[in-house]
C-alpha cells in the first residue's frame, strides 16, 4: 500500500511538470467520457428503467387494427366495443383501464388558464398503484354521466398553479364553464400520461348502443388502453383472446372510418414500456452506438499521447532500470500514471454529464417519453468508473513508450553494471540507492546517509 500511495504522489507530480500533456489528455477523456455517461444516461432512463409501476412487467397498452387496411389514426388505439367486450369476460387480464387526454379552461383567481390534462377511467390509479398525496381518487360512480363532476390535481399542478395549499382539497373551481370539485393531490413524481399532465377528470367508456347494426348505425370510438395481465400469462394468449372479443362485436360504419376498410378485427398487446419508447428506441441505440466510437476514439488519442509522452521519458526509465528498476516496477508506475489521469479525467467527465443531462429536457421535445426518469445516479456513476477503467486499460495495452524502452533499458543497466566502482582511500566502494530528485529533468541524485546509501568492502 506505501508503494502504491508513493507512485499516486509521482503520477500526480508527473501530471503538474507536464502540464501540455496533462491537459490534452484530460480534455480528450473528459469529453469522452463525458459525452458517453450522458447518453447512457439517457439511453438507460429512457429504454431500460423499469417503469415506477408496482410489477410493471405485467403492464401491457392494448389496441387493435384491421388487417391490411390504412387507418387514419396516428396511434395504436382500442375501440369502446372490444374493450367491453373484453373485460367482461376477461381470463387474461386481471385489469383494464383507459384515458385520452384534453386541454382544458381553468378559471383562476389571476384570470383564465390553459390546463394540459387527462381523462381517466377510475381503474387506472389502481393499475399503475398510485396513492394521493391528500384526499382520494375517483370512485367508479363519479365516471358515469349525470354524475357530480370531480378532479384529481398532479402534484405539479398543485405547487405551480395553487401554491401548494394544503386545504385545497374540497375547494370548487369552473373548467370550461363548468364548476368542479377537487377531491385529491397526487403524489409526487407521479405523471400520466406524461410530466405536462396538470390535472385528471373522470372518463367514462362509451357503452354500445343496444340497436347497432353491422355496418351501419352505432356508437363508436376509440381511447388508449391499458390492462394488467395475470400471473404467469403470456402476451400471445392475451390477444388471441382480446381478438376473439374484438370479433364478436357488432361493428358499426364507423369501424371502417376509425381503422379503414380491411380484414377482421385483430387485437394487439404490447409491454407499455417498450411501446412508450417505440418511436425513439431506434435512434437512441444509434446515438449510443456512436457515443461509443467517440469513446474509443478519445482512448485511442489518449494511447497516442501515452506512447509520445513514453518516448520522451526513455532516458528516465532506462536510467531507472540501470539502478536497479524491475521490469514489472516500471510498468505497474506507468499502470499508476495512467489510472490517476483516467480518474480525473472520469470526474471531470461525469461533472460534464451531470450538466449535459441537467441541459438535455431544455433541448428535447415536449413529448419525448419518459424523459423525467433520466438522472444521474448510483447506476450512471458506476457506468462511468467502467469507461474510465477502460480507457485507463486501452492505453496501458498498447506498447507504452517506456515498455518500448525496456531493452534499451536493460542494455543501459548492463552497461552500467560491467563499470568498475571508484575505489576509496579506505578501500571500500559506495553502493547509491539513487533517489528522483525534485528537478524538472528528473535526474537521479545520489545520498550519501543511510538508508539511501551502504558501503561493501572491496578488494583493490
Request: aromatic share 6%; charged share 20%; glycine share 8%.
Amino acid at each position: 500500500m506505501h508503494t502504491l500511495l508513493q507512485d499516486a504522489r509521482y503520477a500526480l507530480a508527473m501530471m503538474r511538470r507536464n502540464k501540455g500533456f496533462t491537459a490534452a489528455a484530460l480534455l480528450t477523456l473528459a469529453l469522452g467520457i463525458g459525452a458517453t455517461t450522458a447518453v447512457f444516461s439517457v439511453v438507460y432512463g429512457v429504454l431500460l428503467r423499469p417503469l415506477p409501476y408496482p410489477d410493471a412487467d405485467r403492464l401491457v397498452r392494448l389496441s387493435e387494427e384491421h388487417p391490411g387496411a390504412v387507418s387514419p389514426l396516428r396511434e395504436a388505439m382500442l375501440s369502446n366495443l372490444t374493450y367491453h367486450a373484453w373485460s367482461r369476460a376477461a381470463s387474461t387480464v386481471e385489469q383494464f383501464a383507459a384515458y385520452s387526454y384534453a386541454e382544458y379552461t381553468v378559471a383562476l383567481p389571476g384570470g383564465a388558464a390553459r390546463f394540459v390534462g387527462a381523462p381517466v377511467t377510475p381503474s387506472l390509479f389502481a393499475l399503475v398503484g398510485a396513492t394521493p398525496a391528500l384526499g382520494r381518487f375517483f370512485r367508479p360512480e363519479e365516471a358515469r354521466s349525470g354524475a357530480d363532476a370531480v378532479l384529481v390535481l398532479s402534484d405539479r399542478g398543485w405547487r405551480e398553479r395553487f401554491n401548494g395549499d394544503p386545504a385545497i382539497v374540497g375547494r370548487s373551481i369552473a373548467i370550461d364553464g363548468r364548476p368542479y370539485t377537487i377531491i385529491g393531490v397526487g403524489r409526487p413524481g407521479f405523471r400520466f400520461p406524461d410530466r405536462d399532465a396538470l390535472l385528471w377528470t373522470p372518463l367514462e367508456v362509451q357503452q354500445p348502443a343496444p340497436d347497432a347494426v353491422a355496418g351501419q348505425r352505432g356508437r363508436m370510438n376509440v381511447l388508449w388502453a391499458l390492462a394488467r395481465l395475470k400471473p404467469s400469462v403470456t402476451t400471445a394468449q392475451a390477444e388471441a383472446e382480446g381478438t376473439a372479443a374484438a370479433r364478436s362485436t357488432i361493428r358499426p360504419m364507423a369501424a371502417n372510418l376509425l381503422f379503414g376498410v380491411g380484414g377482421p378485427p385483430v387485437t394487439h398487446v404490447r409491454g407499455l414500456a417498450a411501446e412508450m419508447t417505440s418511436r425513439v428506441r431506434a435512434a437512441l441505440v444509434v446515438l449510443a452506438a456512436a457515443v461509443g466510437c467517440v469513446l474509443l476514439i478519445a482512448c485511442a488519442n489518449v494511447a497516442n499521447l501515452f506512447l509520445s509522452h513514453g518516448v520522451a521519458r526513455q532516458r528516465e526509465l532506462s536510467v531507472r532500470a540501470a539502478i536497479g528498476a524491475s521490469r514489472g516496477r516500471l510498468v505497474r508506475q506507468l499502470l499508476t500514471e495512467t489510472a490517476v489521469l483516467s480518474a480525473t479525467g472520469g470526474t471531470i467527465g461525469l461533472a460534464l454529464a451531470w450538466m449535459l443531462v441537467r441541459l438535455a429536457p431544455t433541448l428535447a421535445s415536449r413529448d419525448f417519453p419518459r424523459f423525467e426518469d433520466v438522472a444521474v445516479d448510483a447506476r450512471v456513476v458506476a457506468f462511468t468508473a467502467a469507461a474510465a477503467m477502460f480507457a485507463a486499460l486501452a492505453p496501458a495495452s498498447r506498447p507504452h513508450g517506456g515498455a518500448r524502452a525496456s531493452t534499451s533499458s536493460n542494455r543501459y543497466a548492463a552497461a552500467v553494471t560491467r563499470r568498475r566502482p571508484a575505489v576509496s582511500a579506505a578501500g571500500a566502494r559506495t553502493i547509491c540507492e539513487p533517489r528522483f530528485s525534485s528537478s524538472k529533468r528528473h535526474s537521479p541524485s545520489c545520498c550519501s546517509s543511510p538508508p539511501h546509501c551502504s558501503r561493501a568492502a572491496s578488494r583493490v
